[in-house]
């Protein structure tokens, strides 16, 4: 009971050689309590957030999925608000603290793992799933990808895998990004939103001592860094980055940086924060 947050089936209990009549009897005396049908937790352990997570689980006889596999295996440090996971039938009725969205979906056998005892997605795939589901599902993909939790390979193999998937279509989208010149492509769409907004004055690719800056408004000694995913990124380019910052604080020059995912997400915010910059200079 103690490994497995104090849940457990009445066929796994039967399966340790108790008897249905000494699980009845548990049930009488209070020492466990049904949180659905054959699924019971033990009055002696708190019914803590990986309780629910198990619970939910077994009672659906299914497998974590998308965000919750993601919190299970310690890829995102919240429980999401509903509990995600797939079943092979109509999910029952529970009444708990938090909400559950089962999908009816099957999942081939190399595409799951167990852990803590608990059947769930494997890595390469929760990511996937958590990155299409989450509002800043990019920003999520890129610090996998840099905290070495999945490799792009791995994903790459996860998509071919499960092709007709509901949502593969958007991660897919998402890897190619991933996989390519990140940082091109946020350059192309900045210089696009400023092209949108009207903004003008700028000129890209400005030389500055040994560097170029990507955008820059000479006039106004404004300068524009674009960066791509944080995993393409090595020590080297830091440092790089590093100095051509302290050059410019050397010139009497400003910096701003944006990231893909910055300009990606919420591209109104950084041109905003450009058009501020512009109208109060120093």
């Given at each position: 009971m103690a490994a497995h947050d104090g849940v457990i089936t009445a066929?796994?209990?039967?399966?340790?050689?108790?008897?249905?009549?000494?699980?009845?009897?548990?049930?009488?005396?209070?020492?466990?309590?049904?949180?659905?049908?054959?699924?019971?937790?033990?009055?002696?352990?708190?019914?803590?957030?990986?309780?629910?997570?198990?619970?939910?689980?077994?009672?659906?006889?299914?497998?974590?999925?998308?965000?919750?596999?993601?919190?299970?295996?310690?890829?995102?440090?919240?429980?999401?608000?509903?509990?995600?996971?797939?079943?092979?039938?109509?999910?029952p009725s529970l009444e708990w603290p938090v909400g559950v969205r089962a999908v009816r979906r099957v999942y081939r056998p190399e595409s799951l793992t167990r852990v803590r005892g608990l059947s769930l997605t494997h890595k390469p795939l929760t990511a996937l799933m958590t990155a299409v589901e989450l509002a800043e599902g990019t920003a999520?993909?890129?610090?996998?990808?840099?905290?070495?939790?999945?490799?792009?390979?791995?994903?790459?193999?996860?998509?071919?895998?499960?092709?007709?998937?509901?949502?593969?279509?958007?991660?897919?989208?998402?890897?190619?990004?991933?996989?390519?010149?990140?940082?091109?492509?946020?350059?192309?769409?900045f210089a696009r939103l400023l092209r949108q907004w009207r903004l003008d004055g700028w000129v890209q690719q400005f030389p500055t001592g040994r560097w170029r800056l990507d955008f820059a408004w000479p006039d106004h000694r404004l300068a524009v860094e674009i960066s791509g995913w944080s995993f393409h990124r090595d020590p080297r380019r830091h440092g790089n980055d590093l100095a051509k910052a302290n050059h410019l604080q050397s010139l009497g020059w400003r910096e701003l940086q944006f990231n893909w995912h910055m300009i990606n997400d919420r591209p109104s915010d950084c041109i905003q924060q450009v058009i501020d910059a512009l109208n109060h200079p120093g």
């Open positions: 066929t796994q209990a039967i399966e340790l050689g108790l008897t249905r009549r000494q699980i009845q009897g548990r049930i009488e005396r209070g020492e466990w309590s049904a949180l659905a049908r054959g699924v019971y937790r033990s009055a002696a352990n708190d019914f803590t957030e990986a309780a629910m997570v198990r619970a939910a689980v077994l009672a659906h006889r299914g497998v974590a999925d998308r965000t919750t596999a993601a919190w299970w295996h310690g890829m995102v440090d919240q429980l999401p608000t509903h509990l995600t996971l797939s079943c092979r039938s109509q999910a999520f993909l890129d610090r996998m990808l840099q905290t070495r939790q999945v490799r792009l390979a791995d994903l790459e193999r996860a998509l071919t895998d499960h092709a007709g998937l509901v949502g593969i279509r958007e991660a897919r989208g998402l890897v190619r990004i991933a996989g390519s010149d990140s940082e091109s492509e946020a350059e192309r769409l």
